[in-house]
C-alpha cells in the first residue's frame, strides 16, 4: 500500500527544524570573514571565541599524543575522567569519581543529548545562550522561558522559578544555569544560589550548570550550584573558554551518583552517533584538568587583560549614556540602546536585529542582537563579545607588566586596539545620529 503524506516518517523532523537558521553565533563569524575577505574593515564582536591561545603546555601535549589513534571508550579516556573528577574537587571541593564523568566533542554536543535522552520541558532564563532553545525544538521538547530583570543582572530569582515549578510540581524539568553568563557577562551570588537549589530540590528538577565560563569569573571566584544541589547537578564545561581551544571540541558532563542512570542512556545514544571523542584530544585535555603553574598563570592573565576590557567597554557604554554595571566574568557584555530609540526609530531602526544590521553595515561593528538570546526584538539591546585582539600578545604583556587601574587604558588601546576603535565606531555613529 502507498504510503500517504502522514505516515511520512521525517514530518516530525521537518516540523522541528522548520523555520531555525543556522546558529547566530556562526552565521555572524561567516559573514564577517566574509566582509573582511571582501576588503571591508570589521571589529569581530560576535562569535564569542577566545582570544588566548590554547596553553603552550597543551600543544605539547597534543603533539605528543597525536599518534593515538584507537576508538576510546564511549564514556570517555579513564585518565580524563579521573582528571576532571580531581578538579571538581580542587576548583569546588565538589566530590565526583571518574566513572560519574562523561566526555564528548563539546558541552554543546552533551547538552543536546541530555534533552533527547530525558523527557522533561526545558527551563532557560531569558535571555540565553543562543543553542539552547533551538536545540529543544528539534528534539520537540517545550521551551519555558523564566523570566528575568535588566536591574537585576538579567539573573532568574527563586520567586521566577518557584512560580513555573508549581503550576505543574510533579512535571519533569531540566533547568539550565549558565554562569558567567552567555550573552550578559553576569554571574550568581552565593545566597542567590542556594535560594535556587531549594526551588530545584522541591520540584525534583535536573539542573545543568552550564560552568563554560567558570575558570574565567574575572576574580576567579566561580562558585557551583552543585555545591548546594549536588544530588540533582550535573556540571558542564570543557576547553573552549578557558583553554582557548573552542576547536578542539571537548566538553565534559560530570554527574551526581544518583543520575548515572541519565549518564548511561546518554552513552547508547553516543555510542550510535559520535562513538568516541578524539584520542589525541582527551589524551591532551588531561594536562589542562590536571593544572599547572602554567596554565594557573594563563588563567591569571587572561581574567586580568578580561577584567580590565570589560570595565573599559563599560565605562565607555556609560559614557554614551548606556548604563550597565561592569560583567562579572567571561568576554561578553549585554548594552541596552533604549535611550537612543528615537533617534534610531528616525532611521527605521525598530529591532535589536536592525540594529546591529545598520551597525555593521555603517560601522564594520559586528555584534549580535538581543532577539538571538531570546529577548523580544523589539528591546533595543545586544550582546557585544570583547575578544578581537592578539590574545598571545596581551597574555605575555599582562604577564610582564601587571594592569593596575593607572595602567589600564595605556595597556588596552595600545594591545586591544581594535576594541578601542570599535568601540570609538560605536559612539561616533550613535552621536552622529
Not at 165 to 185: A, F, H, K, Q, V
Request: charged share 20%; hydrophobic share 40%; proline share 6%.
Amino acid at each position: 500500500m502507498a504510503r500517504t503524506k502522514h505516515e511520512n516518517p521525517h514530518v516530525n523532523l521537518n516540523l522541528n527544524v522548520r523555520g531555525l537558521k543556522t546558529s547566530a553565533t556562526l552565521e555572524i563569524n561567516e559573514r564577517s570573514q566574509k566582509l573582511i575577505q571582501e576588503g571591508k574593515e570589521v571589529f569581530k564582536f560576535g562569535l564569542g571565541q577566545s582570544p588566548f591561545p590554547v596553553p603552550d603546555q597543551l600543544v605539547q601535549s597534543l603533539q605528543e599524543n597525536a599518534h593515538q589513534k584507537d576508538y576510546l571508550p564511549v564514556k570517555g579516556l579513564e585518565l580524563l575522567r579521573e582528571a576532571v573528577a580531581d578538579f571538581n574537587y580542587r576548583t569546588q571541593k565538589i566530590h565526583t569519581s571518574a566513572d560519574d564523568v562523561m566526555i564528548g566533542p563539546g558541552s554543546k554536543e552533551l547538552i543536546f543529548i541530555l534533552q533527547l535522552v530525558y523527557y522533561g520541558d526545558l527551563l532557560i532564563p531569558l535571555p540565553s545562550w543562543v543553542s539552547y532553545a533551538p536545540q529543544a525544538k528539534i528534539i520537540g521538547r517545550n521551551v519555558t522561558w523564566v523570566p528575568t530583570r535588566e536591574d537585576n543582572f538579567w539573573r532568574i530569582s527563586p520567586e521566577e522559578l518557584e512560580a513555573i515549578c508549581i503550576e505543574d510540581p510533579d512535571r519533569p524539568r531540566i533547568l539550565i544555569l549558565n554562569y558567567p553568563s552567555n550573552p550578559t557577562g553576569y554571574t550568581y551570588p552565593i545566597e542567590r544560589l542556594k535560594l535556587l537549589a531549594q526551588v530545584a530540590r522541591k520540584y525534583h528538577v535536573i539542573l545543568i550548570s552550564d560552568e563554560i565560563y567558570g575558570m574565567i569569573h574575572h576574580h576567579g571566584q566561580h562558585v557551583s550550584i552543585a555545591r548546594y544541589y549536588p544530588e540533582g547537578t550535573i556540571i558542564s564545561s570543557g576547553l573552549s573558554k578557558w583553554c582557548g581551544a573552542g576547536g578542539w571540541r571537548l566538553g565534559t558532563f560530570s554527574f551526581p551518583p544518583n543520575l548515572t542512570w541519565l549518564l548511561k542512556s546518554m552513552c547508547v545514544v553516543a555510542s550510535e552517533t559520535y562513538t568516541s571523542t578524539s584520542a589525541p584530544i582527551q589524551y591532551a585535555a588531561v594536562t589542562a584538568f590536571n593544572g599547572s603553574p602554567e596554565i594557573d598563570s594563563y588563567l591569571t592573565h587572561s581574567r586580568s587583560v578580561l577584567k580590565s576590557l570589560g570595565k573599559y567597554l563599560t565605562h565607555e557604554m556609560n559614557r554614551l549614556n548606556i548604563h550597565l554595571p561592569a560583567p562579572h566574568g567571561g568576554f561578553y557584555i549585554f548594552p541596552n540602546f533604549e535611550a537612543y530609540r528615537e533617534k534610531l526609530m528616525a532611521k527605521g531602526i525598530a529591532s535589536s536585529a536592525d540594529l546591529c544590521n545598520t551597525l555593521l553595515e555603517n560601522t564594520g561593528v559586528a555584534m549580535l542582537p538581543g532577539s538571538d538570546f531570546g529577548i523580544n526584538s523589539e528591546k533595543l539591546v545586544s550582546r557585544l563579545a570583547y575578544v578581537d585582539f592578539d590574545g598571545r600578545k596581551a597574555l605575555i604583556q599582562a604577564g610582564l607588566h601587571p594592569i593596575e587601574n593607572s595602567f589600564q587604558e595605556v595597556f588596552i588601546k595600545e594591545h586591544c586596539p581594535k576594541i578601542v576603535q570599535g568601540m570609538e565606531r560605536i559612539g561616533n555613529w550613535l552621536k552622529a545620529l
